[in-house]
């Protein structure tokens, strides 16, 4: 079993920056893909930005230019840099990861709400 605590939420103005991390623990070999996922009132879970094992990246157009997804192998961390927020980012934002060995399980951390005001 994996556990992520995420970390770094808040209530931001329009225009101003956040940064979210996720710590990872417990049962861990490699993570093919760590990411972002957000979820708004009255709206589905939503890819924000994902890295993979190779280092690349994917954003959603939403977020792209604005948002910047990293990760620390060593310290088994992600984070998401969030600049020029608008209040359409206001949503709960879930870390994921991706595991895969001989078959691949998906983790999910708690949330951590992300508020930004107009």
């Known amino acids: 079993q994996v556990q992520l605590v995420e970390s770094g939420g808040g209530l931001v103005q329009a225009g101003g920056s956040l940064r979210l991390s996720c710590a990872a623990s417990g049962t861990i070999f490699s993570f093919n893909a760590m990411g972002w996922y957000r979820q708004a009132p009255g709206k589905q879970r939503e890819l924000v930005a994902r890295?993979?094992?190779?280092?690349?990246?994917s954003y959603a157009d939403s977020v792209k230019g604005r948002f910047s997804i990293s990760r620390d192998n060593a310290k088994r961390t992600v984070s998401l840099q969030m600049n020029s927020l608008k209040p359409e980012d206001t949503a709960v934002y879930y870390c994921n990861v991706l595991q895969c060995r001989a078959s691949c399980s998906n983790y999910w951390g708690q949330g951590t709400q992300v508020t930004v005001s107009s």
């Open positions: 890295i993979f094992s190779s280092g690349s990246t």
